[in-house]
């Protein structure tokens, strides 16, 4: 089976910083583009941003850029979200996904190209 599991959330002060995990498993993890999103509490689902298979190109929402960096280890199967400076407003459930609608080498931050949700893992900044 194909699963994506989100990790490393938790309770956080504000201007504090955050590495989350996404391992991936039951497919071929350098061969998918991958993808960072966000829920807060009562909102939609966002895409925060993804990164192409090999991890050469990262794309982000235009309201994280310059505190929210994507990164892979595709020895590792693992997708990372680093950030920065958090703020109480990135208070969230965080979820990574596999692009199921692109080739790899590049990748978008709509949900309806990517597949095999997470559970999440849970991001609340103290102010």
């Known amino acids: 089976d194909v699963q994506l599991q989100a990790s490393g959330g938790g309770l956080v002060q504000a201007g504090k910083s955050l590495r989350l995990s996404c391992v991936a498993s039951?497919?071929?993890?350098?061969?998918?583009?991958v993808g960072w999103f966000r829920q807060a509490p009562g909102k939609e689902r966002n895409g925060i941003g993804c990164?192409?298979?090999?991890?050469?190109?990262?794309n982000y929402a235009e309201s994280v850029k310059g505190r929210f960096t994507i990164s892979r280890d595709n020895s590792k199967n693992t997708m990372y979200l680093r950030i920065d400076n958090l703020e109480p407003a990135d208070t969230a459930v965080y979820y990574c996904a596999r692009n199921t609608a692109s080739l790899g080498v590049t990748c978008g931050r709509r949900l309806w190209e990517y597949a095999d949700w997470g559970q999440g893992t849970q991001v609340t900044v103290s102010s």
């Open positions: 039951g497919f071929t993890f350098d061969g998918y583009a």
């Open positions: 990164i192409s298979k090999n991890g050469d190109s990262a």
